[in-house]
């Protein structure tokens, strides 16, 4: 069950989530829950804290040669 959850933004901020969702074929209602959920995610500071030790100048070289350049 799902329920309504009403919140403000100033109207800046509503266009450009109405722009995002858009680009991505979603509703703003969708990429809000989508960006909640990440949030909570039991998981996120594991991963960001195991993303900030890969983040080395040794690691960011092995990925450019091994994938490319970020384009």
Do not use: C
Not at 49 to 68: H, P
């Amino acid at each position: 069950m799902s329920k309504h959850v009403t919140i403000r933004l100033d109207e800046e901020f509503l266009e450009r989530l109405k722009v995002r969702a858009a680009e991505q074929g979603t509703t703003v209602t969708a990429l809000i829950t989508e960006a909640a959920k990440r949030e909570l995610d039991e998981n996120r500071d594991r991963f960001l804290a195991a993303a900030a030790d890969f983040n080395t100048e040794e690691n960011w070289a092995y990925v450019q040669e091994r994938f490319g350049p970020k384009s």
